[in-house]
């Protein structure tokens, strides 16, 4: 069965970076996109970007363009995602997610991860 | 940007249809998706674009899409479908979620 496991919580202060990581237990990576979407506390999704790990190409939201990084490596079938310059609006759970690509759905999820951004 | 719009939420008695609608330009010339999200738990699909359901969503949900308005329908709602929804769809190269819905079962 295919899971996305991804990294434990973390606690940030403003203006630090975060990284988060998200591994591919099903082995099949090629092949696949992997997605970032986030969801602040009681709101909704919101998507940040994507990278399709064969190619190494990423394209990320507008609303992250030059925040975000998101990486594959290939050798540990992990894609990571970076934000930096935090604010305390960045505290949020961030999901990874897996899909076939455009117009395709993202299936399966990871368990999220939760990013706390206090001073 | 591309918007999709959803109600904040809709109310259903057990085993009658909620009906949920989700709204952005041209939407009927897009793919779209819908996810159901239960408190603390990740997203979930639950609709499919063929006529080849997939093994874990139940019969229960169907979609339609057409104008400017998808709909997802989940008929003989029990109270295991209280949840929030969101729709998806693909706009060039990126993705938006909808708003988002939260079905109350009463």
């Known amino acids: 069965q295919v899971q996305l496991v991804q990294s434990g919580a973390e606690m940030k202060k403003p203006g630090s970076s975060v990284k988060v990581s998200c591994k591919d237990s099903?082995?099949?990576?090629?092949?696949?996109?992997f997605y970032w979407v986030r969801q602040a506390p009681g709101q909704g999704l919101e998507w940040m970007g994507g990278?399709?790990?064969?190619?190494?190409?990423?394209n990320y939201a507008q609303n992250f363009q030059g925040r975000v990084t998101i990486t594959a490596d290939k050798s540990t079938t992990t894609v990571h995602m970076d934000l930096t310059s935090l604010r305390f609006e960045d505290t949020a759970t961030y999901f990874c997610?897996?899909?076939?690509?455009?117009?395709?759905?993202?299936?399966?999820w990871g368990q999220g991860t939760l990013v706390t951004v206090s001073s | 940007s591309y918007e999709l719009t959803q109600p904040p939420s809709v109310s259903v008695s057990p085993g009658q249809t909620a009906i949920i609608t989700c709204s952005g330009d041209k939407l009927g010339d897009k793919y779209v998706w819908w996810y159901q999200q239960k408190p603390g738990q990740s997203p979930v699909r639950v609709n499919y674009q063929n006529s080849k359901r997939p093994s874990g969503i139940p019969g229960r949900f169907s979609g339609s899409n057409s104008g400017n308005t998808a709909t997802l329908t989940i008929s003989g709602t029990q109270a295991v479908d209280e949840a929030d929804y969101y729709c998806q769809a693909w706009d060039s190269s990126t993705t938006v979620f909808g708003t988002g819905t939260k079905v109350i079962v009463l």
């Open positions: 099903g082995g099949t990576f090629s092949g696949y996109t």
């Open positions: 990278i399709i790990p064969i190619l190494g190409s990423a």
């Open positions: 997610a897996r899909g076939m690509g455009w117009n395709h759905p993202f299936e399966p």
